[in-house]
Nanobody, 122 residues
Framework: VQLQASGGGTVQPGGSLRLSCVASGLSLNSYVVSWFRQAPGKEREGVSVMKRGMTYYSDSVRGRFTASRDNAKNTAYLQLESLKYDDTATYYC??????????????????WGQGTQVTVSS
């Protein structure tokens, strides 16, 4: 089982990126797929939680980030728009079946990708 995240890079404030998370050995359609991020010196933070038919976002990214998935490609995406300096972090895609009250707790996910670095810099 593997989640391979990619698409990170360095972008100027206000710029955009699209992160991808390709799954192998599991069907993403069967799981809650979420994105977390961790900035240096900060705790890991939930960015989005994507369930069948519903996607939730943290207050810090709502309206700027969009999570989606392509079941045919077994791939999840996170579109990042209007990037800010505070968005600089390593972004991780995760999959699992967390209980409803724990979907924003990274430790409740079974499968993790290796992370992709997003740096917002002028």
């Amino acid at each position: 089982v593997q989640l391979q995240a990619s698409g990170g890079g360095t972008v100027q404030p206000g710029g955009s990126l699209r992160l991808s998370c390709v799954a192998s050995g599991l069907s993403l359609n069967s799981y809650v797929v979420s994105w977390f991020r961790q900035a240096p010196g900060k705790e890991r933070e939930g960015v989005s939680v994507m369930k069948r038919g519903m996607t939730y976002y943290s207050d810090s990214v709502r309206g700027r980030f969009t999570a989606s998935r392509d079941n045919a490609k077994n791939t999840a995406y996170l579109q990042l728009e209007s990037l800010k300096y505070d968005d600089t972090a390593t972004y991780y895609c995760v999959a699992g079946v967390p209980i409803l009250s724990a979907q924003w707790d990274w430790s409740n996910y079974r499968y993790w990708g290796q992370g992709t670095q997003v740096t917002v810099s002028s």
